[in-house]
Protein backbone atom coordinates (compact mmCIF):
# COMPACT_ATOMS: atom_id res chain seq x y z
CA UNK A 1 0.00 0.00 0.00
CA UNK A 2 2.69 2.64 -1.05
CA UNK A 3 2.99 4.74 -4.10
CA UNK A 4 3.67 2.19 -6.49
CA UNK A 5 4.62 -0.97 -7.35
CA UNK A 6 0.84 -2.41 -6.60
CA UNK A 7 0.29 -5.67 -6.01
CA UNK A 8 -0.03 -7.46 -9.05
CA UNK A 9 -3.19 -9.82 -9.69
CA UNK A 10 -1.94 -13.44 -9.35
CA UNK A 11 -3.69 -14.19 -12.82
CA UNK A 12 -1.38 -11.19 -14.28
CA UNK A 13 1.36 -13.11 -11.82
CA UNK A 14 1.12 -16.53 -13.69
CA UNK A 15 0.63 -15.51 -17.70
CA UNK A 16 4.57 -13.84 -16.90
CA UNK A 17 4.92 -18.07 -16.67
CA UNK A 18 3.90 -18.49 -20.24
CA UNK A 19 6.05 -20.15 -22.92
CA UNK A 20 8.41 -17.03 -24.35
CA UNK A 21 8.09 -16.81 -28.10
CA UNK A 22 9.90 -14.23 -30.56
CA UNK A 23 9.07 -10.89 -30.46
CA UNK A 24 7.95 -11.18 -34.51
CA UNK A 25 6.00 -14.55 -34.10
CA UNK A 26 2.44 -14.12 -35.32
CA UNK A 27 1.36 -15.09 -32.22
CA UNK A 28 2.86 -11.78 -30.74
CA UNK A 29 2.28 -9.59 -33.02
CA UNK A 30 -1.43 -10.45 -32.71
CA UNK A 31 -1.02 -10.20 -28.71
CA UNK A 32 0.31 -6.59 -30.13
CA UNK A 33 -2.57 -5.60 -31.64
CA UNK A 34 -4.80 -6.48 -29.15
CA UNK A 35 -2.62 -5.09 -26.61
CA UNK A 36 -2.66 -1.83 -28.59
CA UNK A 37 -6.53 -1.70 -28.57
CA UNK A 38 -6.69 -2.57 -24.58
CA UNK A 39 -4.66 0.51 -24.47
CA UNK A 40 -6.99 2.74 -26.58
CA UNK A 41 -9.76 1.95 -23.83
CA UNK A 42 -7.66 2.30 -21.07
CA UNK A 43 -7.06 5.45 -22.56
CA UNK A 44 -10.31 6.21 -24.17
CA UNK A 45 -8.40 7.26 -26.97
CA UNK A 46 -8.39 6.38 -31.08
CA UNK A 47 -5.27 7.35 -31.51
CA UNK A 48 -3.22 4.93 -33.71
CA UNK A 49 -0.18 6.07 -32.40
CA UNK A 50 -0.67 4.10 -29.23
CA UNK A 51 1.89 1.35 -27.22
CA UNK A 52 3.55 0.04 -24.32
CA UNK A 53 7.60 1.55 -24.40
CA UNK A 54 9.77 -1.47 -23.82
CA UNK A 55 10.53 0.22 -19.89
CA UNK A 56 9.15 2.22 -17.26
CA UNK A 57 7.22 4.97 -16.97
CA UNK A 58 10.51 7.40 -17.04
CA UNK A 59 11.16 6.09 -20.29
CA UNK A 60 7.56 7.41 -21.39
CA UNK A 61 8.37 10.80 -20.23
CA UNK A 62 11.49 11.00 -21.79
CA UNK A 63 9.53 9.48 -25.06
CA UNK A 64 6.88 12.54 -25.11
CA UNK A 65 9.56 15.30 -24.66
CA UNK A 66 12.44 14.02 -26.40
CA UNK A 67 9.99 13.61 -29.62
CA UNK A 68 8.41 17.14 -29.71
CA UNK A 69 10.70 19.31 -28.74
CA UNK A 70 13.86 20.34 -30.49
CA UNK A 71 17.27 22.61 -29.72
CA UNK A 72 15.94 25.93 -28.93
CA UNK A 73 12.14 25.18 -28.42
CA UNK A 74 10.29 26.55 -25.45
CA UNK A 75 7.81 23.82 -23.11
CA UNK A 76 5.55 25.99 -20.30
CA UNK A 77 6.30 23.05 -17.25
CA UNK A 78 3.77 23.03 -14.20
CA UNK A 79 5.72 21.64 -11.06
CA UNK A 80 3.61 20.61 -7.84
CA UNK A 81 5.68 17.98 -6.84
CA UNK A 82 8.69 15.81 -8.07
CA UNK A 83 8.27 14.46 -11.10
CA UNK A 84 7.38 18.03 -12.33
CA UNK A 85 11.02 19.17 -11.81
CA UNK A 86 11.66 15.56 -13.75
CA UNK A 87 10.07 16.66 -16.68
CA UNK A 88 12.01 20.40 -16.54
CA UNK A 89 15.30 18.34 -17.04
CA UNK A 90 13.56 16.34 -20.02
CA UNK A 91 13.18 19.56 -21.32
CA UNK A 92 16.66 20.83 -20.97
CA UNK A 93 18.36 17.73 -22.24
CA UNK A 94 16.38 18.42 -25.46
CA UNK A 95 18.32 21.84 -25.86
CA UNK A 96 14.98 23.76 -25.08
CA UNK A 97 14.01 26.35 -22.62
CA UNK A 98 11.87 25.35 -19.78
CA UNK A 99 9.30 27.61 -18.49
CA UNK A 100 8.44 26.87 -14.96
CA UNK A 101 4.63 27.32 -13.37
CA UNK A 102 5.40 26.47 -9.96
CA UNK A 103 2.35 25.76 -7.36
CA UNK A 104 2.85 24.34 -3.90
CA UNK A 105 3.30 20.46 -3.44
CA UNK A 106 0.12 19.24 -2.13
CA UNK A 107 -1.90 22.02 -4.50
CA UNK A 108 -3.36 21.20 -8.08
CA UNK A 109 -1.74 23.35 -10.76
CA UNK A 110 -3.35 26.76 -11.20
CA UNK A 111 -4.87 27.11 -14.58
CA UNK A 112 -4.78 31.11 -13.97
CA UNK A 113 -0.78 30.64 -13.42
CA UNK A 114 -0.68 28.68 -16.79
CA UNK A 115 -2.60 31.03 -18.67
CA UNK A 116 -0.62 33.82 -17.46
CA UNK A 117 2.68 31.93 -18.94
CA UNK A 118 0.83 30.93 -22.12
CA UNK A 119 0.37 34.69 -22.67
CA UNK A 120 3.68 35.73 -21.59
CA UNK A 121 5.62 33.14 -23.92
CA UNK A 122 3.34 32.85 -26.96
CA UNK A 123 6.80 31.05 -28.33
CA UNK A 124 5.73 27.99 -26.52
CA UNK A 125 5.08 24.90 -28.72
CA UNK A 126 4.41 22.39 -25.61
CA UNK A 127 2.75 22.71 -22.66
CA UNK A 128 3.29 19.69 -19.66
CA UNK A 129 2.37 18.77 -16.81
CA UNK A 130 1.67 15.69 -13.80
CA UNK A 131 -2.23 14.66 -13.97
CA UNK A 132 -1.95 12.80 -10.71
CA UNK A 133 0.94 14.09 -8.72
CA UNK A 134 2.32 10.88 -6.75
CA UNK A 135 4.59 12.44 -4.60
CA UNK A 136 1.92 14.23 -2.47
CA UNK A 137 -1.19 12.63 -3.78
CA UNK A 138 -2.97 15.48 -5.82
CA UNK A 139 -5.06 15.49 -8.82
CA UNK A 140 -5.10 18.83 -11.46
CA UNK A 141 -7.57 19.70 -13.70
CA UNK A 142 -6.08 17.43 -17.14
CA UNK A 143 -8.98 18.76 -18.97
CA UNK A 144 -9.15 22.53 -18.66
CA UNK A 145 -4.89 22.50 -18.90
CA UNK A 146 -5.39 20.82 -22.11
CA UNK A 147 -7.62 23.12 -23.14
CA UNK A 148 -6.09 26.17 -22.15
CA UNK A 149 -2.55 24.64 -24.21
CA UNK A 150 -5.07 24.32 -27.21
CA UNK A 151 -5.99 27.26 -26.97
CA UNK A 152 -2.71 29.05 -27.30
CA UNK A 153 -1.27 26.46 -29.67
CA UNK A 154 0.91 24.09 -27.59
CA UNK A 155 0.98 20.48 -27.73
CA UNK A 156 0.04 19.18 -24.19
CA UNK A 157 2.02 16.60 -22.47
CA UNK A 158 0.66 14.98 -19.95
CA UNK A 159 1.70 12.71 -17.25
CA UNK A 160 -1.26 9.97 -16.62
CA UNK A 161 1.54 7.11 -14.74
CA UNK A 162 -0.54 7.33 -11.59
CA UNK A 163 -4.14 8.11 -12.58
CA UNK A 164 -4.64 5.58 -15.72
CA UNK A 165 -6.99 3.25 -14.45
CA UNK A 166 -7.53 5.14 -10.84
CA UNK A 167 -9.21 8.15 -11.87
CA UNK A 168 -10.95 9.49 -14.90
CA UNK A 169 -8.67 10.37 -17.85
CA UNK A 170 -10.39 10.93 -21.08
CA UNK A 171 -7.25 11.43 -23.79
CA UNK A 172 -9.45 12.17 -26.77
CA UNK A 173 -12.48 14.37 -25.27
CA UNK A 174 -9.44 16.56 -22.82
CA UNK A 175 -7.38 16.36 -26.43
CA UNK A 176 -4.09 15.60 -24.77
CA UNK A 177 -1.60 15.21 -27.74
CA UNK A 178 1.10 13.03 -25.59
CA UNK A 179 0.37 11.10 -22.77
CA UNK A 180 2.17 8.56 -21.05
CA UNK A 181 1.91 6.34 -17.94
CA UNK A 182 3.36 3.19 -15.96
CA UNK A 183 2.62 -0.35 -15.50
CA UNK A 184 3.22 -0.41 -11.85
CA UNK A 185 0.44 1.58 -10.45
CA UNK A 186 -3.31 1.50 -11.44
CA UNK A 187 -2.85 -1.14 -13.87
CA UNK A 188 -1.47 -3.54 -11.07
CA UNK A 189 1.15 -4.88 -13.96
CA UNK A 190 5.03 -5.54 -13.20
CA UNK A 191 6.88 -2.53 -13.40
CA UNK A 192 9.06 -1.86 -16.39
CA UNK A 193 6.40 -0.76 -19.48
CA UNK A 194 5.05 2.83 -19.75
CA UNK A 195 2.17 3.11 -22.11
CA UNK A 196 2.42 6.05 -24.09
CA UNK A 197 -0.66 7.30 -27.01
CA UNK A 198 0.12 10.62 -29.60
CA UNK A 199 -2.54 12.73 -31.07
CA UNK A 200 -2.88 12.81 -35.23
CA UNK A 201 -1.36 16.39 -34.18
CA UNK A 202 2.00 15.33 -32.10
CA UNK A 203 2.81 12.55 -35.34
CA UNK A 204 2.35 15.62 -37.58
CA UNK A 205 4.63 17.42 -35.45
CA UNK A 206 7.09 14.38 -34.76
CA UNK A 207 6.81 13.46 -38.62
CA UNK A 208 7.95 16.91 -39.59
CA UNK A 209 11.07 16.60 -37.67
CA UNK A 210 13.85 18.62 -39.27
CA UNK A 211 16.20 17.93 -36.32
CA UNK A 212 16.65 13.73 -35.39
CA UNK A 213 15.30 13.01 -32.26
CA UNK A 214 18.52 12.57 -29.79
CA UNK A 215 17.30 9.28 -28.88
CA UNK A 216 17.73 6.30 -31.04
CA UNK A 217 15.69 4.20 -28.74
CA UNK A 218 12.97 6.50 -28.15
CA UNK A 219 12.15 7.89 -31.52
CA UNK A 220 9.10 7.22 -32.57
CA UNK A 221 9.62 7.17 -35.97
CA UNK A 222 11.89 4.33 -35.54
CA UNK A 223 9.02 2.39 -33.12
CA UNK A 224 6.61 2.89 -35.06
CA UNK A 225 8.24 0.14 -37.56
CA UNK A 226 7.57 -2.33 -35.11
CA UNK A 227 4.40 -1.15 -33.33
CA UNK A 228 3.07 0.52 -36.16
CA UNK A 229 -0.57 0.26 -37.94
CA UNK A 230 0.24 -1.79 -40.94
CA UNK A 231 0.97 -5.56 -40.72
CA UNK A 232 4.74 -5.55 -42.07
CA UNK A 233 6.62 -5.35 -38.40
CA UNK A 234 10.34 -4.63 -38.60
CA UNK A 235 12.85 -5.32 -35.55
CA UNK A 236 13.27 -2.68 -33.39
CA UNK A 237 13.96 -3.90 -30.37
CA UNK A 238 13.37 -7.37 -28.51
CA UNK A 239 10.33 -6.72 -26.50
CA UNK A 240 9.98 -7.19 -23.20
CA UNK A 241 7.78 -10.86 -24.02
CA UNK A 242 6.67 -11.85 -21.19
CA UNK A 243 6.04 -8.22 -19.40
CA UNK A 244 3.93 -7.82 -22.19
CA UNK A 245 1.97 -10.84 -21.53
CA UNK A 246 1.37 -9.35 -17.98
CA UNK A 247 0.71 -6.17 -19.28
CA UNK A 248 -2.33 -7.85 -21.65
CA UNK A 249 -3.60 -10.00 -19.08
CA UNK A 250 -3.71 -6.86 -16.84
CA UNK A 251 -5.97 -4.62 -19.52
CA UNK A 252 -7.97 -7.88 -20.19
CA UNK A 253 -8.70 -7.38 -16.42
CA UNK A 254 -9.59 -4.13 -16.54
CA UNK A 255 -11.91 -4.41 -20.00
CA UNK A 256 -13.55 -7.29 -17.94
CA UNK A 257 -14.06 -4.68 -14.40
CA UNK A 258 -14.72 -2.22 -16.80
CA UNK A 259 -13.24 0.93 -16.49
CA UNK A 260 -15.59 3.31 -14.57
CA UNK A 261 -16.14 0.22 -12.00
CA UNK A 262 -12.22 0.51 -11.63
CA UNK A 263 -12.43 3.97 -11.34
CA UNK A 264 -15.39 3.79 -8.62
CA UNK A 265 -13.92 1.33 -6.59
CA UNK A 266 -11.02 3.43 -6.34
CA UNK A 267 -13.29 6.15 -5.28
CA UNK A 268 -15.29 3.97 -2.59
CA UNK A 269 -12.20 2.62 -1.11
CA UNK A 270 -10.38 6.01 -0.76
CA UNK A 271 -13.92 7.33 1.34
CA UNK A 272 -13.75 3.97 3.50
CA UNK A 273 -9.97 4.81 4.42
CA UNK A 274 -10.46 8.76 4.75
CA UNK A 275 -13.25 7.99 7.27
CA UNK A 276 -11.02 5.53 8.88
CA UNK A 277 -8.11 7.68 9.04
CA UNK A 278 -10.14 10.96 10.24
CA UNK A 279 -11.96 8.73 12.88
CA UNK A 280 -8.29 7.94 14.40
CA UNK A 281 -7.67 11.63 14.51
CA UNK A 282 -5.37 12.18 11.48
CA UNK A 283 -5.57 14.70 8.89
CA UNK A 284 -5.48 14.24 5.20
CA UNK A 285 -2.98 16.42 3.30
CA UNK A 286 -4.74 17.61 0.41
CA UNK A 287 -8.07 19.28 0.21
CA UNK A 288 -11.10 16.98 -0.53
CA UNK A 289 -11.91 17.95 -4.05
CA UNK A 290 -7.89 17.58 -5.10
CA UNK A 291 -7.10 14.21 -3.18
CA UNK A 292 -5.96 10.90 -5.04
CA UNK A 293 -8.17 7.90 -4.32
CA UNK A 294 -5.17 5.66 -5.47
CA UNK A 295 -2.67 7.84 -3.45
CA UNK A 296 -3.87 8.92 0.26
CA UNK A 297 -1.31 11.84 1.75
CA UNK A 298 -1.60 12.04 5.48
CA UNK A 299 -0.11 14.35 7.72
CA UNK A 300 2.25 12.51 10.35
CA UNK A 301 0.81 14.05 14.04
CA UNK A 302 3.22 16.12 15.74
CA UNK A 303 5.36 14.00 18.34
CA UNK A 304 4.89 10.53 15.86
CA UNK A 305 8.33 9.32 14.58
CA UNK A 306 7.62 8.73 11.30
CA UNK A 307 10.71 5.90 10.03
CA UNK A 308 9.38 4.41 13.23
CA UNK A 309 5.65 3.91 12.40
CA UNK A 310 6.34 2.89 8.43
CA UNK A 311 9.18 0.00 10.34
CA UNK A 312 6.46 -1.30 13.04
CA UNK A 313 3.90 -1.56 10.07
CA UNK A 314 5.96 -3.71 7.40
CA UNK A 315 7.54 -5.87 10.17
CA UNK A 316 4.36 -6.58 12.22
CA UNK A 317 1.86 -6.40 9.49
CA UNK A 318 4.10 -7.02 6.32
CA UNK A 319 2.42 -3.66 4.92
CA UNK A 320 4.55 -1.22 3.45
CA UNK A 321 3.17 2.66 2.88
CA UNK A 322 4.97 5.37 0.96
CA UNK A 323 7.03 8.13 3.25
CA UNK A 324 6.59 11.48 2.10
CA UNK A 325 8.73 12.87 -0.08
CA UNK A 326 10.95 16.16 -0.87
CA UNK A 327 9.25 19.08 0.61
CA UNK A 328 6.74 16.77 2.22
CA UNK A 329 9.71 14.41 3.55
CA UNK A 330 8.82 14.12 7.23
CA UNK A 331 5.39 15.35 7.12
CA UNK A 332 3.16 12.71 5.21
CA UNK A 333 2.74 9.15 4.65
CA UNK A 334 1.74 8.14 0.79
CA UNK A 335 -1.55 5.22 1.50
CA UNK A 336 -1.52 3.56 -1.86
CA UNK A 337 -4.79 1.78 -3.17
CA UNK A 338 -4.17 0.96 -6.60
CA UNK A 339 -5.53 -1.01 -8.88
CA UNK A 340 -5.41 -4.65 -7.31
CA UNK A 341 -4.69 -3.26 -3.95
CA UNK A 342 -8.23 -1.07 -3.82
CA UNK A 343 -9.84 -3.34 -1.54
CA UNK A 344 -12.01 -3.23 1.44
CA UNK A 345 -9.37 -6.11 2.83
CA UNK A 346 -6.77 -3.95 2.92
CA UNK A 347 -8.72 -0.78 4.20
CA UNK A 348 -9.15 -2.46 7.03
CA UNK A 349 -5.72 -3.92 7.22
CA UNK A 350 -4.19 -0.46 7.25
CA UNK A 351 -6.45 0.79 9.60
CA UNK A 352 -5.95 -1.49 12.29
CA UNK A 353 -1.96 -1.60 11.56
CA UNK A 354 -1.93 2.22 11.38
CA UNK A 355 -3.68 2.19 15.27
CA UNK A 356 -1.29 -0.44 16.68
CA UNK A 357 1.89 1.56 15.28
CA UNK A 358 0.27 5.12 16.55
CA UNK A 359 -0.65 3.30 19.89
CA UNK A 360 3.05 2.42 20.12
CA UNK A 361 3.82 5.86 19.99
CA UNK A 362 1.68 7.13 22.60
CA UNK A 363 -0.45 9.10 19.89
CA UNK A 364 -4.35 9.39 21.60
CA UNK A 365 -6.72 7.76 19.51
CA UNK A 366 -10.07 6.12 20.52
CA UNK A 367 -9.27 2.54 19.80
CA UNK A 368 -11.63 0.63 17.23
CA UNK A 369 -12.95 4.00 16.06
CA UNK A 370 -11.21 3.80 12.90
CA UNK A 371 -12.27 0.38 11.63
CA UNK A 372 -15.72 1.11 12.77
CA UNK A 373 -15.62 4.22 10.47
CA UNK A 374 -14.55 2.48 7.81
CA UNK A 375 -17.40 -1.04 7.97
CA UNK A 376 -20.12 2.03 8.79
CA UNK A 377 -19.41 3.51 5.40
CA UNK A 378 -18.90 0.18 3.56
CA UNK A 379 -22.44 -0.53 5.24
CA UNK A 380 -24.09 2.79 4.00
CA UNK A 381 -22.99 1.97 0.08
N1 LIG B 1 5.66 10.25 -13.18
C1 LIG B 1 4.99 10.00 -12.06
C2 LIG B 1 3.79 10.83 -11.69
C3 LIG B 1 5.38 8.94 -11.24
O1 LIG B 1 4.71 8.67 -10.12
C4 LIG B 1 6.52 8.16 -11.62
C5 LIG B 1 6.96 7.06 -10.76
O2 LIG B 1 6.52 6.86 -9.67
C6 LIG B 1 7.17 8.47 -12.80
C7 LIG B 1 6.72 9.53 -13.56
C8 LIG B 1 8.34 7.67 -13.24
O3 LIG B 1 7.97 6.34 -13.47
P1 LIG B 1 9.01 5.13 -13.30
O4 LIG B 1 9.46 5.12 -11.88
O5 LIG B 1 8.20 3.94 -13.70
O6 LIG B 1 10.15 5.41 -14.23
Redo the contacts with the bound molecule.
Sequence with gaps: MG??PSDVAPRVLASLARPTIGHLDPLFVALMDEIKELLQYAFQTSNELTLPIS???????EACFVNLLSPGDTAIVCQN???GG?MRENVERCGATAIMVEDDWGKPVDPQKVEAALKKHPEASVLAF??????TGTRSDGATLCKLGHAHDTLVIM????SLGGIELKVDDWGADAV?S????CLSCV??I?PVTFSPRAVERIQARSHKVQSWFLDMQLVMGYWGGDSKRAYHHTAPVNALYALHETLVILKEEGLANAISRHSKNHRALVAGLEAMGLKMAVDEAWRLPQLNSVCIPEGVNDAQVRSRLLRDFDLEIGAGLGALAGKTWRIGLMGHASRERNVILCLNALETALKAEKFTLESGAAVQAATDFYQSM
Design positions: PGAPGSAGMGVFRVHAETSDTVTYGSQKPGS
